[in-house]
C-alpha cells in the first residue's frame, strides 16, 4: 500500500473528519467543538492530507519549535481505520519529524482511544496522564532510513 502526505487543500475535510472522530471524547469530556479555534489553528499548522494508493483516507497536521515536532492531529475516516494506513502514516511522520531536525515527536491522545496500542507498538512513551489525556513520546535518533518529498 503506497501511502502519502500531501498539502492540505481543504480545511473543511480536515474540520469534518477530525470533529466526526474526536466527537465521543468531546462527549465524554463535556467538550464543546469550537469551530473557531480549528479555523484559527489552520493558519498556525502544517496541515497535509493522508492518501492510501492514491484515494484521501485522512488528515495529519504539525506544529514546530526549535526541537520538537508536536503531531497535533492524525485522523483516518472510519473506514480505513485498522488496515495498517495509521501504522505506516506514523512511519512517515517520524521521517517527517526527523526532516525538520527535531530530536523528538509529541503527541497527546485520549486514555480510552485504540491509537493508544499503535503509539506504543511504535514505541512511543507515556511521559504523563491528566484528566485522561496521555502525552506521548518518540525520541528521534539522527539515522534517516526513510524518504519523503512534499508534494
Known amino acids: 500500500m503506497d501511502i502519502q502526505f500531501k498539502s492540505a ?5 480536515a474540520e469534518s473528519l477530525t470533529q466526526s472522530n474526536m466527537s465521543r471524547y468531546y462527549l465524554t469530556r463535556n467538550i464543546v467543538w469550537d ?4 479555523i484559527n489553528n489552520w493558519a498556525k499548522l502544517d496541515n497535509f492530507d493522508i492518501f492510501a494508493d492514491g484515494l484521501r483516507v485522512g488528515v495529519v ?3 514546530y519549535n526549535e526541537s520538537t515536532t508536536f ?4 485522523q483516518l475516516s472510519p473506514e ?3 488496515k495498517g494506513i495509521g501504522s505506516k502514516s506514523l512511519d512517515i511522520i517520524v521521517e517527517h519529524a526527523r ?5 523528538k ?17 511504535k514505541k512511543f512513551t507515556q511521559t504523563v496522564e491528566v484528566n485522561g489525556l496521555i502525552e506521548m513520546e518518540f525520541i528521534l535518533s539522527s539515522s534517516l532510513p526513510f524518504s519523503i518529498t512534499r508534494v
Not at 35 to 38: A, D, E, G, R, T
Not at 99 to 103: G, L, N, R
Not at 105 to 121: G, H, Q, T
Open 99 to 103: 526532516q525538520h531536525k527535531s530530536t
Open 9 to 13: 487543500s481543504e480545511m473543511k475535510y
Open 61 to 63: 497536521r504539525f506544529s
Open 80 to 82: 480505513f481505520q485498522g
Open 35 to 38: 469551530s473557531n479555534l480549528f
Open 105 to 121: 515527536l509529541l503527541l497527546r491522545v485520549f486514555s480510552e482511544n485504540p491509537a493508544v496500542k499503535l503509539y506504543k507498538e
Open 71 to 74: 503531531l497535533r492531529d492524525l
